[in-house]
């Protein structure tokens, strides 16, 4: 192994491809057992049992009851909202800048098709006319609403028998991708640019990380400390926040942002008739049904949930509250899902998780209690709060 690594050492690509199949995840990977744990204790080795409980615990998984199906009629008078920059005609140059940023050697969707192969000019033609098909009538090919999720364990100490044990990760058809890359070209070209998306969100933006943020947050919890003020800060962790979006409140709040009329319909046309199955070693498990949350691995997902997101950044803004800078007040930043809210005062703090509380009642998002978190940043010399941040979802210290 030493010497085959050596001889790669010029090859960064071979040598990380070798380092990764000798790794613990990579092993697990490769022969996930054809077990399940019953519910007796015992364990079952029947592939069809096998197969039905991966199915079944990745359906339950993606599939929110309190989640409503998305309607496929949308009110005439929207018909009238339109944007040329989002609705003219894809070119060949858009689908060419696509195409050569999407990486080489990558598992092909169910149609075993990879995007190596539509690397040329005979595909691009193909392309541009297909992609046309596609956003000026609202409809895709029923093949791009099938993904084949393949297990990758999340740890190495996890229950290798247990299907929750490990994440999935969807592989979609080459076309399918560099379509949806084309919409969130557009779409990021649109808003990226004005202020729709709020500045508090950095998450999956250009020319932003979440450096600027500990940078942000690290200066501010410091500069009080110098001047003995404390600083009062609630991490939130949402519960799979992907999974459990609403199609309907996400068409509707784009309607609201001002996404025209053609780019919705060419949205909700991903989202029509979605379908998954397993792949496990090899071997398919039946199609299930997936009628909720945001398509895991999808381009396009990251903004779009930006999109959902966004509107609490107004609701939290409107309350003014937060660390005073300056004529601002500095109270919530973000990461995509992952939220920071920052207050002088305990109270203050109360108020932004009510209203958190509000907002994830009316969007049917639930926080992961276990890694959200609130802290009290001071001096040694200031004691810690023991105000009782119980209310709504029972944060603590």
């Given at each position: 192994?030493?010497d085959?690594?050596t001889?790669?050492c010029d090859n960064?690509?071979e040598?990380?491809?070798?380092?990764?199949?000798?790794?613990?995840?990579?092993e697990?990977?490769r022969n996930i057992?054809?077990?399940i744990?019953l519910?007796d204790?015992?364990?079952?080795?029947?592939?069809?049992?096998?197969?039905?409980?991966w199915?079944?615990?990745?359906?339950?998984?993606?599939?929110?009851?309190?989640?409503?199906?998305?309607s496929?009629n949308?009110?005439?008078?929207?018909?009238?909202?339109?944007?040329?920059?989002?609705?003219?005609?894809?070119?060949?140059?858009?689908?060419?800048?696509?195409?050569?940023?999407?990486k080489?050697?990558?598992?092909?969707?169910?149609?075993e098709?990879?995007?190596e192969?539509?690397?040329?000019?005979?595909?691009l033609?193909?392309?541009?006319r297909?992609f046309?098909?596609?956003?000026?009538?609202?409809?895709?090919?029923?093949?791009?609403?099938?993904?084949?999720?393949?297990?990758?364990?999340?740890?190495?100490?996890s229950d290798?028998?247990d299907?929750?044990?490990?994440?999935?990760?969807?592989?979609?058809p080459?076309?399918?991708k560099?379509?949806?890359?084309?919409?969130d070209?557009?779409?990021?070209?649109k808003?990226?640019?004005?202020?729709?998306?709020?500045d508090e969100q950095?998450?999956?933006?250009?020319?932003?990380?979440?450096?600027?943020?500990?940078?942000s947050?690290?200066?501010?919890?410091?500069?009080?400390?110098?001047?003995?003020?404390?600083?009062?800060?609630a991490?939130?962790?949402?519960?799979?926040?992907?999974?459990?979006i609403?199609r309907?409140?996400?068409?509707?709040?784009?309607?609201?942002?001002?996404?025209?009329?053609k780019?919705?319909?060419?949205?909700?046309?991903?989202?029509?008739?979605?379908?998954?199955?397993?792949?496990?070693?090899?071997?398919?498990?039946?199609?299930?049904p997936?009628n909720?949350?945001?398509k895991?691995?999808?381009?396009?997902?990251?903004?779009?949930f930006?999109?959902?997101?966004n509107?609490l950044i107004?609701?939290?803004k409107?309350?003014?509250?937060?660390i005073?800078?300056?004529e601002?007040?500095v109270?919530?930043?973000?990461y995509a899902?992952?939220?920071v809210?920052?207050?002088?005062?305990e109270?203050e703090?109360?108020?932004?998780?009510?209203?958190?509380e509000?907002?994830?009642?009316?969007?049917?998002?639930?926080?992961?209690l276990?890694?959200?978190?609130v802290?009290?940043?001071?001096?040694p010399?200031v004691?810690?709060?023991?105000?009782?941040?119980?209310?709504g979802?029972?944060?603590?210290?």
């Open positions: 192994m030493q085959d690594l001889s790669s960064p690509k040598f990380w491809r070798k380092i990764g199949k000798i790794g613990i995840g990579a697990r990977q057992p054809m077990e744990n519910e204790g015992s364990i079952s080795t029947d592939p069809i049992s096998v197969l039905n409980k199915k079944n615990d990745f359906s339950s998984m993606l599939n929110v009851e309190n989640c409503i199906q998305p496929e949308v009110d005439s008078k929207d018909q009238d909202k339109c944007d040329y920059l989002l609705d003219c005609e894809i070119t060949s140059e858009e689908i060419f800048n696509v195409i050569k940023k999407a080489n050697g990558k598992a092909p969707g169910l149609d098709l990879p995007v192969v539509l690397k040329n000019q005979t595909a033609s193909f392309l541009v297909l046309n098909v596609c956003y000026n009538t609202g409809k895709v090919p029923v093949l791009w609403a099938k993904g084949v999720i393949v297990p990758v364990p999340k740890c190495s100490s290798p028998r299907p929750l044990s490990y994440r999935g990760i969807t592989l979609a080459a076309t399918y560099l379509y949806c890359g084309v919409l070209c557009r779409l990021r070209e808003f990226d640019a004005s202020d729709i998306i709020h950095n998450g999956f933006r250009k020319d932003r990380n979440t450096i600027d943020h500990l940078l947050i690290t200066s501010i919890i410091e500069s009080r400390k110098l001047r003995k003020q404390s600083t009062y800060a991490f939130i962790d949402f519960k799979k926040a992907y999974d459990t609403n309907a409140l996400l068409f509707s709040k784009l309607e609201l942002l001002g996404v025209s009329f780019m919705i319909k060419a949205l909700r046309s991903l989202y029509n008739n979605v379908q998954s199955c397993i792949k496990l070693n090899g071997i398919l498990s039946d199609w299930f997936v909720t949350g945001l895991q691995g999808c381009i396009i997902s990251p903004l779009l930006n999109f959902f997101i509107d107004d609701e939290v409107k309350l003014n509250v937060g005073s800078i300056g601002e007040k109270c919530i930043m973000l899902d992952d939220v809210f920052l207050t002088e005062s109270s703090l109360q108020i932004i998780l009510n209203t958190l509000c907002w994830c009642d009316r969007n049917m998002i639930k926080v992961n276990e890694k959200s978190k802290m009290h940043f001071r001096t010399s004691p810690c709060t023991n105000f009782p941040f119980v209310k979802f029972g944060f603590i210290i």
